[in-house]
């Protein structure tokens, strides 16, 4: 195998990689602060409703949780084993957030085994709240810091390269890059918000399955309060990265764009096709870039003409803006109308094509989320480190990378069916009418 | 001390955790499988899975923590290691993620499918074989320099006795260390089978330990004179670990004082593992990577050395509490669930 190819098996390993982590990994961060939020206020209302809710959570949660862990390892080692150039540079610099998420990580797997064990251990359940925290904190942490490590190959700063040496490394302002705000919050407020359309969707599907279980309405209630919450945190991060792109990274905002030529009182182009350098069928928003990157309807938005045509993103990465603002505003609406009609009391927000669009919002979520990072790291290229390493100069010298590709793919094969199956029979054998009756069997023994 | 050394002795250190909770668990992995098979079963399964449910995750992260460390305070073994492991460190990795989630699948999906159990046990075999394939290579003589690059002997590596002998060091540590832990802690669960069929494995198991460790020491004479002659520095930190050895098999021959024997255990391993590491010094690669030419800058040691020290503060309390939890907890460990507090 030659070099290039090593190269491009290395980088489609590592897509596969990540794009199949991050469904178990969106969802690891998020679901913690939902099963916290939903402890929070069975305790606090005194409804078991909701301490049930938050069981079952967790022990779904579980399954994500070890398919997330196992493919995390993967693609920790995967970092040095398929861009050993790029690890040996990178880790000079960057090694503190990635050695502080592993950090983060035990500190969540401690207290989530401590949680799982304890559920009959502790009468007060305001102590087993408390073991929650550290469970969600850990979890919300482990995504910052390798967000952090993200947000450096996207804005390498912290380091002077000096006749190829590394010299004045800073690990702290590696860290805090101009990159780093943003993509954090961007990555929390969107892991919330899928993980709660995910909860959502599941509750609606019940519903839909013709279950009337009030069990399931209060949790449908509560994961679309919480999805709009998290929808509306997330769109305004958007925004927020959008003006990031134009002032730091301005030929990827323009690839998204498709803003070819540098000018003022920019358009926004939605959807379309691109077609020998022109753009075609889009809606054509006029002035919204110049807003979009410099909230000012005049303002000059750099074009792709400014870059060499070596340095420039493929321009395909506009579809994936598109789906993932597409979804992003769709689901905004969605639950905006379903937590405003269930308020005013709207009858067709019960209605079943309505649950049935809710059912949809779990999956389009995670679409969202695969199409964002597509979007993200693909509009980086051609670097690793945004204008210091390209990604060919990184990658493995290896021959084998091939046939790992084909040994990894067969695994993520396995354990996506794996967690499917097992979790769809987990909480089919077990419905939550059958458990809270167990569970009443159960106390009214204790108390007669 | 350097830097350096305090770099390599605390990740040393969660290597050597790793080891000491993986062998846990990959041990009973096969002990479980093997007493399906001769239709055991019952006996082991509860006292195992009592154990392992609970620290299975926390088992993975010391693996996570190691590399990690080991990238961030010595970058250059990304590049030395990063290119010559991808086939093996592939292979450990997909055994580790169908083991890890299948443990998950099994425990709170659904229960007991024969041939996933055989499989959990086999590849508590096959991860350490193919972990310790590192240790081989970081003796030198498998790895050639072809344009820059490091490229993996994969013949050479894979006809050294070198090799063959660690391997079924690895194999052996796994199946005494797992033996011994389990024998106390069946015994804290007062289970009485449990106790004696484990008691037995532990005996069996420390016969072959003993003589493919005296084996490894003759071959790094043969294969590596510098790292032999420095074992011979250390060697009555060895003979040590081995009278800590003849300590362990003597209680467990008795019956006596299990938990006593199992932290002699620990001392042996500490004392041995440490022996290894320190005659290992200062090489990281023999003969292209020494400790001091692949540490990273000055800022990021001390900064990762902080980092440490404030992430420890974090964890020895919290993983006292996991202990306490369901190590010591007589109840928890007996299978009895009662309510605390209220």
């Not at chain 1, 505003?329 to 269930?342: D, F, H, K, R």
Request: some cysteine.
């Amino acid at each position: 195998m030659g070099k290039e190819e090593a190269v491009f098996f290395s980088r489609v390993l590592t897509e596969l990689t990540l794009s199949f982590h991050i469904i178990y990994a969106t969802i690891g961060v998020g679901i913690p602060l939902m099963i916290m939020i939903a402890q929070w206020i069975g305790i606090k209302k005194n409804d078991e409703h909701y301490i049930l809710l938050a069981r079952r959570w967790a022990r779904g949660f579980v399954i994500t949780v070890a398919v997330g862990v196992v493919t995390g390892t993967a693609i920790g080692l995967q970092l040095s084993l398929l861009w050993p150039n790029f690890m040996e540079l990178a880790g000079n610099v960057i090694a503190l957030p990635l050695f502080m998420e592993t950090f983060a990580f035990f500190f969540e797997a401690i207290f989530l085994g401590i949680y799982l064990y304890t559920w009959d251990r502790f009468e007060n359940q305001k102590k087993h709240l408390l073991l929650l925290i550290p469970v969600a904190v850990g979890a919300s942490f482990s995504a910052v810091f390798i967000t952090i490590v993200n947000a450096f190959m996207n804005a390498p700063q912290g380091f002077d390269i000096v006749g190829g040496q590394l010299i004045n490394i800073n690990p702290l302002i590696a860290m805090f890059n101009p990159a780093m705000p943003t993509k954090v919050a961007h990555v929390l407020a969107t892991a919330y918000m899928t993980s709660a359309f995910v909860l959502a969707a599941i509750a609606a599907f019940r519903l839909l399955k013709g279950s009337s279980h009030i069990y399931h309405k209060k949790a449908l209630y509560l994961t679309m309060k919480l999805s709009l919450i998290f929808s509306i945190a997330s769109a305004v991060i958007g925004d927020f990265s959008g003006k990031y792109l134009a002032e730091y990274q301005p030929e990827k905002l323009a690839a998204a764009e498709w803003h070819l030529e540098t000018e003022e009182n920019a358009p926004l182009y939605l959807f379309g096709v691109l077609e020998d350098g022109e753009v075609r069928y889009a809606i054509k928003i006029p002035f919204a870039l110049s807003i979009l990157a410099h909230s000012s309807l005049s303002a000059e938005v750099i074009g792709l003409d400014q870059f060499p045509e070596d340095e420039i993103p493929p321009l395909y990465i506009h579809y994936l803006f598109d789906i993932m603002v597409s979804i992003g505003v769709w689901l905004t609406v969605l639950s905006a109308v379903y937590v405003i009609g269930t308020w005013k009391g709207w009858p067709f927000v019960r209605r079943q094509w309505f649950r049935g669009f809710i059912v949809a919002g779990g999956t389009l979520s995670i679409i969202a989320i695969e199409a964002g990072w597509w979007f993200a790291e693909v509009g980086r290229q051609p670097w690793i480190l945004r204008g210091i390493l390209r990604t060919e100069d990184a990658a493995t010298t290896s021959g084998q990378v091939d046939l790992m590709l084909l040994l990894f793919a067969g695994l993520y094969l396995i354990l996506g069916i794996g967690s499917i199956v097992v979790l769809s029979r987990m909480f089919r054998r077990n419905p939550v009418e059958k458990e809270l009756d167990d569970r009443h069997t159960e106390m009214g023994g204790e108390h007669s | 001390m350097t830097l350096e050394v305090i770099g390599i002795s605390v990740l040393w250190l969660f290597l050597f955790g790793y080891v000491l909770v993986a062998s846990i668990d990959f041990g009973a992995g096969v002990f479980n499988a093997y007493s399906l098979y001769t239709g055991r079963k019952h006996i082991l399964t509860n006292i195992i899975q009592r154990y392992l449910s609970p620290v299975w995750e926390v088992t993975n992260v010391f693996l996570v923590f190691f590399f990690v460390g080991m990238v961030g305070f010595f970058p250059k073994t990304a590049f030395y290691y990063g290119t010559i492991l991808l086939v093996p460190a592939s292979i450990s990795i997909i055994l580790i993620a169908i083991r890890g989630s299948y443990y998950a699948f099994e425990t709170y999906g659904s229960r007991g499918h024969m041939g996933y159990t055989f499989m959990y046990g086999l590849s508590g075999l096959f991860i350490p074989a193919s972990l310790s394939i590192v240790l081989t290579i970081s003796e030198g003589g498998f790895v050639t320099l072809v344009n820059d690059h490091p490229v993996l002997d994969y013949w050479a590596l894979f006809t050294s006795p070198l090799t063959w002998s660690i391997v079924v060091l690895s194999l052996a540590a796994v199946l005494y260390i797992s033996a011994v832990f389990l024998t106390w802690y069946a015994n804290k669960a007062q289970d009485q089978n449990a106790t004696e069929l484990l008691r037995k494995y532990a005996l069996i198991w420390a016969a072959p330990l003993m003589i493919t460790a005296a084996g490894i020491i003759v071959e790094l004479r043969i294969h590596n004179a510098e790292h032999y002659a420095r074992m011979l520095d250390v060697w009555w930190l060895l003979g040590l670990s081995f009278i800590l050895f003849l300590g362990t098999v003597w209680l467990i021959w008795k019956r006596k004082k299990y938990g006593l024997a199992f932290g002699l255990l620990a001392g042996q391993f500490t004392l041995a593992f440490f022996a290894y590491g320190i005659s290992h010094y200062p090489y990281l690669l023999y003969p292209y990577l020494t400790i001091y030419d692949s540490f990273t800058n000055e800022a990021m040691a001390i900064s990762l050395i902080v980092a440490f020290i404030a992430g420890l503060c974090l964890l020895v309390p919290s993983l006292w509490l996991l202990l306490r939890l369901f190590l010591f907890d007589k109840n928890y460990v007996r299978g009895r669930v009662k309510k605390e507090d209220s």
